[in-house]
Structure formats: structure tokens, C-alpha cells
């Protein structure tokens, strides 16, 4: 059985940083895309990072982009979201997702991935 295990979440204050991790279990991947998304109070499930595993190339939501880092670790098979520069619109319950290999705008989209964690709360105050 899949498990992915997510860790990082916490409460910080507007400008601070935090690094969020995901390893999978269960299963070996190969040309796999992992990825977060993101769902605040009231919002539907979006998208926020993603990577493609073998070639490294990552996506960004717009929202997102210059302040948060995707990136792996291929060793430890995790993958790790830095967010900096985070803002009360960042709270959200983070979701880390894994999905087949993809390389357009499907990548984007949450029923690509086939495998989720269970989230962490990210909260953001002003």
C-alpha cells in the first residue's frame, strides 16, 4: 500500500519560512511526477509545485512562483517544498501527491496524481 508521509507543517508569521517534506512508501516510482497542492478555508484543492522526478523540471503556480522551491532528494526519495516569504493567503492544508510522468499543463491538474498524503496545516498569521 502507497503511503505518502508529509512533515513540516506549523503556525508562523507573515514573512517567515518553512520547509515542507513528503516521502513515499509502498512502492518504488519511476518516471513519476511529485507535487503539492494546496487547499485554504473555503477554497477548493490547487496546485502549488510540482516536479518531474528523473528530469528535475519544475512547475509553479503563478501565486507561488519566486517565493517557493520544489526540489528532491533522490537518495532519501523525498521531495521538499521551501516556502519563503509566506503570507496569510498561504494557510492552507498542504497535500502531497504522486503521479505519473506528465510535461504539460496536466501537471496542474489534481486528478492527474493517483496517490496522496494525508496533509499538513500550514497557518500563516499577519
Known amino acids: 500500500q502507497v503511503q505518502l508521509v508529509e512533515s513540516g507543517g506549523g503556525v508562523v508569521q507573515a514573512g517567515d519560512s518553512l520547509r515542507l517534506s513528503c516521502a513515499p512508501s509502498?512502492?518504488?516510482?519511476?518516471?513519476?511526477?511529485m507535487a503539492w497542492f494546496r487547499q485554504g478555508p473555503g477554497k477548493e484543492r490547487e496546485f502549488a509545485a510540482g516536479?518531474?522526478?528523473?528530469?528535475?523540471?519544475?512547475y509553479y503556480a503563478d501565486s507561488v512562483k519566486g517565493r517557493f522551491t520544489i526540489s528532491k532528494d533522490n537518495a532519501k526519495n523525498t521531495v521538499y517544498l521551501e516556502m519563503n516569504s509566506l503570507k496569510p493567503e498561504d494557510t492552507a492544508v498542504y497535500y502531497c501527491?504522486?503521479?505519473?510522468?506528465?510535461?504539460?499543463?496536466?501537471?496542474?491538474?489534481?486528478?492527474?496524481?493517483?496517490?496522496w498524503g494525508q496533509g499538513t496545516q500550514v497557518t500563516v498569521s499577519s
Open positions: 501527491a504522486v503521479g505519473p510522468y506528465c510535461s504539460s499543463s496536466v501537471c496542474y491538474e489534481h486528478s492527474w496524481y493517483d496517490y
Open positions: 509502498g512502492r518504488t516510482f519511476s518516471s513519476h511526477v
Open positions: 516536479i518531474v522526478w528523473n528530469a528535475g523540471t519544475t
